[in-house]
């Protein structure tokens, strides 16, 4: 899979979802450059950020796509506000498990 880097996003999610797709077996990469040729799914994210105190993110949502037409294939998302935040690798975390349909076991 490549995780196609949101243009307006300096955090580096994009390498925290590779990181966490390599969790689960799949050879994942990220970038903003054009797609790779030969991988089997193009993975986009939509990060929304918030302030309270300090920033935090507010909601994830990540989409995992056929890299031929563009088609959405799964979908996940994680969204807490300020007293349930979780740190940008949590919320990557829990949207991956979302997609995969089960929490591993920690």
Do not use: C, Q
Not at 75 to 92: C, D, I, Q, Y
Not at 94 to 106: A, F, L, Q, R, T
């Amino acid at each position: 899979m490549y995780v196609k880097k949101l243009p307006a996003d300096n955090r580096g999610v994009e390498f925290l979802i590779a990181e966490k797709l390599r969790t689960k077996g799949v050879a994942a990469t990220a970038g903003d450059g054009t797609v790779p040729g030969g991988v089997d799914a193009v993975v986009t994210y939509v990060d929304r950020w918030m302030w309270d105190i300090t920033m935090y993110m507010l909601e994830l949502t990540v989409t995992i796509r056929d890299p031929k037409t563009d088609f959405p294939l799964a979908t996940g998302n994680s969204f807490h506000t300020s007293l349930t935040r979780l740190a940008p690798k949590e919320m990557v975390s829990e949207v991956i498990d979302n997609i995969y349909g089960k929490e591993e076991k920690k």
